[in-house]
């Protein structure tokens, strides 16, 4: 098996990514963050992510590249079904006659693929492919809050090529890099000539780079301790910006309280690092225990503007996000039943980065706790099918958008604008994964022994 397969397959499986990507969808990592990449770990709510053992681990620590010798790959995919409940109880925007209700959760797929080439004894080279920010939100009607958020997605491609090196035996070193694609879309309505409201739309995209790097570790046989690391990767957004004008009846006239603007608008984004601590322990040999720590960089997200010469003032509009850092806790465990089958669990507890004070309903994110069940079944030496379900509980939010102040668009500022929308969020999402994994070849006969 030559180099030339390994990159026959890795196009094949990134035309697999591109086919499925377009439909990405769903903020299940936090906010934006998609992190549904591995039927494997979702079947134990990503518990051990980052601990090996399998190669879609990659996402998480370059270093789990070298989990398997040989030649192998990981195709995965994820259908999301989402629920997204948004109440309106109260605001300007509240009282003109529109639904009160709206529900614009939809359902997507979420592909991710891993190939893992072994070069030597102690060398690796490998690449994942995923969709790590995305999310769709549509409301099924026009209602209260359409001008504050109506159809909106992001998208994203990330492309991360790796190395992974055993430095020892039990010690390994991984290093990446990431080549990611991001493109957004954000719309919003209007409810006609004399509200006061019109129809918006931003669309721009970029290409981004960052790194990812990471150890595993197994201090004693059946014990593996992994720390992976992915940077953030910074944008610099240009696209279209549309905006139809505004008007309101004041003594009976029509008068434009803001013009039309057709514009090129650029927007500058971060998105977050992230690092994960997992560990992997064999309790029997048959059990073996899960956990993970993880920590993503969201903080760091404050107000993201769309500027153009074209816009009152230079900025045509204002995202105040304004997000805190995110949390994840999991534990989960493997057993193996048969030589065949493997089965798994896990659950897990989320802090997300929008809290009462920063919500908006065009990402109604909150804090979640997640439940999985999953399973391995080995059809053949080199094929094994793995299966995963998850439910995600998420707590009730609150938000309350104002007209905008000194401190932005969400209500409570030292100097605060009119209230255009307050209510409430009720969130649910089911997810169903389905992996795929081929062994291509054997294990590389060691070059020399370790000195």
């Known amino acids: 098996m030559g180099t030339s397969k390994f990159v026959r397959l890795a196009c094949i499986s990134a035309a697999a990514l591109l086919a499925g990507a377009a439909l990405t969808d769903d903020a299940n990592a936090g906010s934006f963050g998609v992190r549904e990449q591995s039927a494997y770990f979702q079947g134990m709510s990503f518990a051990g992510s ?110 991360n090529p790796t190395l992974a090196y055993k430095l020892t035996p039990t010690l390994t070193f991984g290093v990446g890099a990431q080549i990611e694609y991001f493109k957004i879309r954000l719309t919003r309505d209007g409810f006609g000539a004399g509200t006061g409201t019109s129809w918006r739309s931003y669309e721009a995209d970029d290409w981004g780079v960052g790194a990812t790097a990471g150890l595993l570790w197994e201090p004693r046989e059946g014990t593996t301790i992994g720390v992976g690391y992915r940077s953030r990767v910074d944008l610099e957004l240009e696209g279209s910006y549309k905006r139809d004008a505004a008007s309101v009846v004041s003594a009976g006239t029509l008068v434009t309280t803001s013009p039309a603007v057709r514009a090129t608008a650029t927007g500058e984004l971060s998105l977050p690092d992230e690092l994960s601590i997992s560990l992997r322990q064999k309790v029997t040999e048959r059990l073996t225990m899960l956990g993970t720590v993880e920590w993503q960089g969201w903080g760091q997200i404050g107000d993201v503007k769309a500027v153009s010469s074209a ?54 994110d909150s804090d979640r706790i997640g439940v999985s069940v999953g399973a391995s079944y080995k059809y053949s030496d080199k094929i094994t099918v793995d299966l995963a379900y998850s439910h995600l509980f998420f707590d009730e939010g609150k938000y309350c958008i104002d007209s905008g102040g000194s401190d932005g668009t969400h209500c409570g500022g030292a100097i605060a604008g009119t209230t255009l929308l307050a209510g409430t969020t009720d969130v649910a999402v089911d997810l169903v994964s389905v992996g795929l994994k081929y062994k291509w070849s054997d294990p590389v006969p060691a070059l020399e022994p370790y000195k």
């Open 311 to 364: 816009c009152a003032g230079g900025v045509c509009e204002t995202l105040n996000l304004n997000y805190r850092d995110g949390w994840k806790y999991a534990l989960g465990f493997e057993y193996a039943y048969s030589p065949a089958l493997t089965l798994r669990t896990g659950a897990s507890y989320e802090t997300s980065p929008i809290d009462d004070k920063n919500r908006n309903i065009l990402i109604p």
């Open 50 to 159: 980052a601990a090996g053992g399998d190669i879609s681990s990659m996402f998480w620590n370059s270093a789990a590249t070298a989990t398997l010798p040989g030649f192998n790959t990981s195709s995965n995919a994820t259908i999301a079904f989402g629920d997204a409940e948004l109440t309106s109880t109260g605001g300007a925007l509240n009282g003109l006659g529109l639904p009160k209700t709206a529900n614009n959760g939809t359902d997507a797929l979420i592909p991710a693929s891993y190939a893992s080439y072994q070069v030597n004894d102690r060398l690796w080279a490998g690449i994942a492919m995923n969709a790590p920010f995305g999310f769709i939100t549509k409301p099924d009607r026009l209602w209260s809050g359409s001008p504050v958020a109506d159809t909106s997605k992001i998208f994203s491609l990330n492309f």
